[in-house]
């Protein structure tokens, strides 16, 4: 018998929403972030990056421990307008502010509408 695919998670339901009528391009080890603002956490699937047309998507190492009530702090190895794979992520519960975990970033994968 036939294996079945476990059923999709929330996230990532919502990170295929986000996505909708759009194409995934050339992998890139950094991105410009000039507002950080944009930057969104789905749920145990991915971080999230808005730039005008394009959303960028970063799987990350352990996506898992991603958790949309964390918020993010970001110490960063480069240019502070980019955020790049070897940037030290880190996350913290947005109600006690306590550390709870590492994200290890992978390349990020633009989306953009196709023109078709």
Known sequence: AEEEAPPPTKGELKLAKMLEGRVAGEPARCINTFRSGNLTI????????????????????????????????????????????????????????????????EDFVPYRKSDG
């Open 42 to 105: 789905v749920d145990g699937t991915a971080l999230v990056y808005r730039d005008g047309k394009t959303v960028w998507v970063n799987r990350t190492r352990n996506p898992d421990s991603l958790d949309d009530d964390d918020y993010l702090v970001i110490r960063k190895y480069g240019s502070s307008s980019q955020l790049c794979r070897l940037d030290n992520v880190t996350t913290h519960d947005r109600s006690g502010n306590f550390f709870t975990g590492v994200v290890f970033l």
